[in-house]
């Protein structure tokens, strides 16, 4: 493609040793983090928005971050585009054997196990379970192992048992909570979150996305109880919880 092409080319002319830009040329692995940290939020935040022209350039922006990490690694002589891309082309034809060989599916989960599957024999791994990075969003973390587990059968695939599982550790988080055991009572809290989560993957629900969603809910709505406090001449920091309270009844059905 003649676009992507001139995209590797500008990048190239960017990162030349005399003619390049300056500030392209301190980058590093290590400093690019961050802006492909930036990009991927954004790209999501596009996607939410569900705002074609904005997705488009989010796309264009992550690209980019590809292209730069690609080469910079070629200049350390470790690996091209060229390479990045044939590799991942050879995955894609590896797990999807359904797609590109003889195997028979009935469906898109029995793709996710065969997907799974095909990882572990490919990597020769000794756990079905990913070694994920420490960096991971937790709960998009528990979706993920959750999933692993049950590519292999070890799943209840039913929302109501799992969901029955959430009431039993909040049981229990209670009792932790009501015998002052603090450290206990942290324990169950993660137990009742990754029990969530799984409720969560079990009715398709991606639950990092779902928790994002209720907290930019839950701060328009603080900053309309905010706002209409100012409106009074008040203080927010004095305000009765009641007061509070029904401004946020309020913003609730607005």
């Known amino acids: 493609m003649k676009e992507f092409s001139r995209l590797v080319r500008i990048m190239k002319k960017l990162r030349h040793p005399r003619r390049g830009c300056p500030w392209d040329l301190k980058q590093t692995p290590a400093s690019l983090k961050e802006y492909i940290l930036e990009e991927t939020?954004?790209?999501?935040?596009?996607?939410?928005?569900?705002?074609?022209?904005?997705?488009?350039?989010?796309?264009?922006?992550l690209l980019l971050q590809i292209v730069f990490l690609a080469r910079l690694a070629e200049e350390d002589k470790k690996f091209s585009i060229r390479e990045v891309i044939a590799g991942i082309s050879e995955k894609l034809v590896r797990r999807h054997p359904h797609i590109f060989g003889s195997v028979q599916v009935n469906g898109a989960d029995e793709v996710k196990v065969n997907w799974e599957k095909i990882k572990i024999a490919e990597k020769n791994k000794q756990s079905v379970i990913s070694d994920y990075p420490a960096s991971m969003p937790s709960l998009l973390l528990a979706n993920r192992i959750a999933s692993q587990a049950s590519g292999v059968g070890f799943d209840w695939n039913d929302a109501g048992r799992a969901f029955a599982k959430v009431a039993e550790e909040i049981e229990e988080l209670r009792v932790e909570i009501n015998e002052n055991r603090l450290h206990e009572a942290e324990n169950e809290i993660g137990?009742?979150?990754?029990?969530?989560?799984?409720?969560?993957?079990?009715?398709?629900?991606?639950?990092?996305?779902?928790?994002?969603?209720?907290?930019?809910?839950?701060?328009?709505?603080?900053?309309?109880?905010?706002?209409?406090?100012?409106?009074?001449?008040?203080?927010?920091?004095?305000?009765?919880?009641?007061?509070?309270?029904?401004?946020?009844?309020?913003?609730?059905?607005?």
Do not use: Y
Request: without cysteine; proline residues 1%; charged residues 35%.
């Open 41 to 61: 939020h954004e790209l999501i935040e596009a996607i939410d928005g569900g705002d074609a022209e904005a997705v488009r350039e989010e796309l264009g922006d």
């Open 191 to 254: 137990d009742l979150l990754f029990a969530v989560a799984n409720v969560a993957r079990l009715l398709k629900i991606n639950p990092e996305f779902a928790l994002a969603r209720t907290n930019k809910k839950f701060t328009r709505r603080f900053r309309h109880i905010e706002a209409e406090l100012k409106k009074q001449g008040k203080d927010i920091s004095t305000a009765a919880l009641e007061e509070m309270e029904a401004l946020w009844q309020w913003a609730k059905e607005e």
